[in-house]
Nanobody
Framework: QEQLVESGGGLVQAGGSLSVSCAASGRIFRSYVMGWFRQAPGKEREFVASINYSGGVTLYADSVKDRFTISRDNMRHTIALQMNSLKAEDTAVYYC?????????????????????WGQGAQVTVSS
């Protein structure tokens, strides 16, 4: 069964950095558009970043652009999110997601309905 397993995150003061990573099973990971979403207490899940199959095309939410970087390593079947200059508003559970219907021509997407494989979530807490 295909699975996404997250690691990383944690607690950091505002202005600091954290990363989350996601390890994926499955032989067709290389063709998946992958994304990161987050959900803060009392709020709806929101898009953070997405990356195409090769890593050559990325998409970021305006709230994280220039602070967060999404990357992927298809050889190791992993994606990562490097989070710099963290703000208290970044506090959330961060979810890795994959679009198993993706192909090499599929572009990154900010729509959570485009993703059908989800990780368990990793907590990121930023203190003021």
């Amino acid at each position: 069964q295909e699975q996404l397993v997250e690691s990383g995150g944690g607690l950091v003061q505002a202005g600091g950095s954290l990363s989350v990573s996601c390890a994926a099973s499955g032989r067709i990971f290389r063709s998946y558009v992958m994304g990161w979403f987050r959900q803060a207490p009392g709020k709806e899940r929101e898009f953070v970043a997405s990356i195409n199959y090769s890593g050559g095309v990325t998409l970021y939410a305006d709230s994280v652009k220039d602070r967060f970087t999404i990357s992927r390593d298809n050889m190791r079947h992993t994606i990562a999110l490097q989070m710099n200059s963290l703000k208290a508003e970044d506090t959330a559970v961060y979810y890795c997601a994959g679009n198993r219907r993706s192909h090499t021509g599929t572009y990154p997407s900010a729509q959570d309905d485009d993703y059908d494989l989800w990780g368990q979530g990793a907590q990121v807490t930023v203190s003021s």
